[in-house]
């Protein structure tokens, strides 16, 4: 069968084709629904058209996203010793606040360091069940709501560097969460939360370095998924520990694959894994 093209990707409309990779995190494009993409290299996954499908998945085996060993991951897709090496797994990609090469001085490659933090970044509100704090590279608008499951979001401020963005949501943590609470998130429908009133609340407690980087008024960014009926409770699914798995998909919803019954899959957590899934 000959393959169609959508949002440049080369796209195989095939039953029950059998796919075999390395699992990374969904590509999305921000269509309404969302749309899903799970990319294996040489084959994609259309994931919205895999919806009322019965899944079978396979564990083969773990395959770092770094050195390519087999070897037990320990975050994010790669091993221990990559982890502890590699620039993007460090500590200041989950405390921005930690960046320095805003000061020309290196945590672990000053040239990586720079090309990431040296950029506008975003501290936005994202409502994910309950609003949250973050902070995102400009380029990963929308993406980064849309992986958190967000269903609204607002920008609170725009800087020229990680690290200021990283001073205004520590800051701001101490009056809200940074974090997403999974089975809120994902059980629940998405009601608003009232995000430019929260905005408004918060901005006292910004530091005066950033305080010139407040964005305007704005309406909240608004994302619907391909969940019809969330999911009253859920059971993660970890694939290794299964060894296999089958399941009829009911939607998507962030990084997560719904299953009838409650079972969830959250891709984003088992990037590294070498997976042979049909649908």
Not at 218 to 223: A, E, G, L, N
Request: charged share 20%.
């Amino acid at each position: 069968m000959a393959p169609r093209q959508i949002q440049g990707i080369t796209l195989y409309q095939i039953k029950r084709m059998i796919y075999q990779g390395v699992i990374t995190k969904m590509h999305s494009v921000p269509t309404a629904p969302v749309t899903y993409y799970l990319d294996f290299g040489g084959a994609v996954i259309h994931v919205n058209e895999c919806a009322g499908k019965t899944i079978q998945m396979e564990f083969i085996r773990y395959q770092c996203l770094s050195c390519g060993a087999d070897k037990k991951l320990f975050r994010g897709g790669y091993c221990y010793d990559c982890f502890h090496s590699l620039p993007q797994a460090a500590d200041w990609v989950i405390h921005p606040e930690l960046s320095r090469a805003h000061l020309g001085i290196e945590d672990r490659d000053l040239e990586y360091e720079r090309e990431a933090q040296l950029q506008p970044h975003y501290v936005y509100l994202a409502n994910t069940g309950k609003p949250k704090v973050g902070v995102t590279r400009h380029s990963q608008i929308p993406t980064r709501w849309i992986d958190q499951g967000a269903h609204e979001a607002l920008i609170i401020l725009e800087t020229p560097n990680r690290y200021l963005a990283g001073i205004a949501e520590k800051a701001l943590k101490e009056h809200i969460s940074d974090k997403t609470n999974r089975n809120l998130m994902l059980t629940t429908r998405g009601t608003p939360g009232g995000l430019p009133g929260l905005k408004k609340q918060l901005l006292p407690y910004l530091p005066a370095e950033v305080k010139d980087y407040v964005t305007g008024d704005q309406t909240p960014y608004t994302i619907t998924y391909p969940l019809p009926d969330p999911p009253s409770k859920i059971k993660a699914l970890k694939i290794d520990e299964a060894g296999t798995f089958e399941g009829k998909l009911a939607g998507i919803k962030g990084q997560y694959w719904i299953f009838y019954h409650g079972t969830v899959w959250n891709v984003r957590s088992h990037e590294g894994f070498v997976l042979r899934i049909k649908c």
